[in-house]
């Protein structure tokens, strides 16, 4: 989230921000590279994450958005969308980053958000219709 913060501030994606940014938060360069990796990934599909989250809730267009709570949500819908990650898990992490680095209503808001985008996600594809070790009846 911090980088995704970064680059939106800045208006461009910099790896050598990213490092340091990166650097100066873990030394375990798993959790680096794959933390970079996130970032490039939600950054590179921004357009869309922001596209899809001004249908959803228009009274927020991206531009009124707080940098944090944008880089939450192009962060979350990415991850829904590109990673085996539980949606539940990726809305709750992304609710607790709202309550500590945002707004007092962000978390309300960026919840909601990503509620209506998993709704949306599993009518459009019946991925994550189902809690883990739940069976289909067929």
Known sequence: MQVLFLWDTEGACSAAQAQ????????????????VAMAQGAWDGR??????????????????????DRSLLRLAVWEMTATDT???????EAVELAQEFST????????????????????????????????SQK
């Open 20 to 35: 340091q940014v990166v650097n100066d938060g873990t030394e375990d360069d798993i959790i680096r590279r794959e933390a």
């Open 47 to 68: 357009a869309i994450a922001d596209k899809w989250v001004e249908r959803l809730a228009p009274q927020w267009p991206v531009r009124r958005q707080p940098s944090v």
């Open 86 to 92: 539980p949606p539940k898990v990726i809305i709750d």
């Open 104 to 135: 007092a209503n962000s978390s309300s808001f960026v919840n909601g958000v990503l509620d209506s985008v998993l709704k949306e996600r599993v009518a459009l594809t019946g991925e994550g219709s189902q809690e883990p070790g739940a069976t």
